[in-house]
C-alpha cells in the first residue's frame, strides 16, 4: 500500500503564510497526479490544487494567487505554499495521490489519502 503523511499545518494571522508538505512512502509502483483537497466544518470536500507528474497545475478560483504548489518527484512529496491566508482558508487539509502500488508481485491502481493536517486562520 502507499501511505500519505502530511506535515506543516498550523495555526496561523489572517495574512500570513504557512507550507504544508505530504510525503509518499510504502509499496510504491509510481505516483501520478498529486493534489490538496480541503474540508471545513459543514462543508464538502473541496480541490484546492493539482499537480501531475510533468507539473502541470491546476488550482480553485478561491486561492489563485495565493497558493502555489509543487512536488519533488524523487521524494515523491507534494508541496503547498499558502500565502495571504483568510480565515475562510480554515479547513482540515487532506493530501491525495493517484498511482500504483505493488503487493505480491503485483500492481494495483489506488487512490491515496493522508490523515489530514489542520489549518487554522484568526482574523
Known sequence: QVQLVESGGGLVQ???SLRVSCAASGSIFSINAMGWYRQAPGKQ???VAGITSSGSTNYADSVKGRFTISRDNAKNTVYLQMNSLKPEDTAVYYCNAEGAH????TYYLGNYWGQGTQV????
Do not use: H, P
Open 102 to 105: 505493488i503487493s505480491s508481485g
Open 14 to 16: 489572517a495574512g500570513g
Open 120 to 123: 487554522t486562520v484568526s482574523s
Open 45 to 47: 470536500r473541496e480541490l
